[in-house]
T-cell receptor, first 114, second 111 residues
Framework: NAGVTQTPKFRVLKTGQSMTLLCAQD?????MYWYRQDPGMGLRLIHY???????AKGEVPDGYNVSRLKKQNFLLGLESAAPSQTSVYFC?????????????FGPGTRLTVT | KQEVTQIPAALSVPEGENLVLNCSFTDSAIYNLQWFRQDPGKGLTSLLL?????REQTSGRLNASLDKSSGRSTLYIAASQPGDSATYLC??????????FGSGTKLNVKP
């Protein structure tokens, strides 16, 4: 089991460029999430999905779009990158086990927008 | 907006000490609480998950307790080791889509 994987690991963009971050999980989890982590701000939820074909907004969704065409994949898109989107992005997945919704995280993508 | 606070923000202890990390939350109507470890430049690794109906969970040298009525959870680390050095985060879950994270406690265990 690879768990949760993210592609790419690092990326540098110029303001206005676009890109897509890919998250994949092989645990057959229903729920998937995109977070950003900034110093002093903790992790904040951008978007999430409760199943294939569904997406919903989290706490900080502006400037991002997502898609979940396949259960195992969750894509995060930046249509026109801004310096404020410089951050570390984490994908997570979870399922409803007998003890609650335990989250599993990917290794992160470090994005710099210049 | 729910808030999750972790105190202290940083902690440095000599190897072998027992220590307690704190997590407090403003809304006691939680579903569960999860403790994570994050190493520099890495993702989050799940340590323990406590359901709202539970008082504590244990895994090896780690013990997490939950007191919903007071809005508090503690992570107890016994006989700390240099390899325990990392940032420890707690996340409170109110629903499957509403996780709120604290800013973490950065732990340094000195040999």
């Amino acid at each position: 089991n690879a768990g949760v994987t993210q592609t790419p690991k690092f990326r540098v963009l110029k303001t206005g460029q676009s890109m897509t971050l890919l998250c994949a999980q092989d645990m057959n989890h229903e729920y998937m999430y995109w977070y950003r982590q900034d110093p002093g701000m903790g992790l904040r939820l951008i978007h999430y999905s409760v199943g294939e074909g569904t997406t919903a907004k989290g706490e900080v969704p502006d400037g991002y779009n997502v898609s979940r065409l396949k259960k195992q994949n969750f894509l995060l898109g930046l249509e026109s990158a801004a310096p404020s989107q410089t951050s570390v992005y984490f994908c997570a997945s979870s399922w409803t086990s007998g003890i609650g919704y335990e989250q599993y995280f990917g290794p992160g993508t470090r994005l710099t927008v210049t | 907006k729910q808030e999750v606070t972790q105190i202290p923000a940083a902690l440095s202890v000599p190897e072998g000490e027992n220590l307690v990390l704190n997590c407090s939350f403003t809304d006691s109507a939680i579903y569960n609480l999860q403790w994570f470890r994050q190493d520099p430049g890495k993702g989050l690794t799940s340590l323990l998950l406590i359901q709202s109906s539970q008082r504590e969970q244990t895994s090896g040298r780690l013990n997490a307790s939950l007191d919903k009525s007071s809005g508090r959870s503690t992570l107890y680390i016994a006989a700390s080791q240099p390899g325990d050095s990392a940032t420890y985060l707690c996340a409170v879950l109110y629903n499957f889509n509403k996780f709120y994270f604290g800013s973490g406690t950065k732990l340094n265990v000195k040999p």
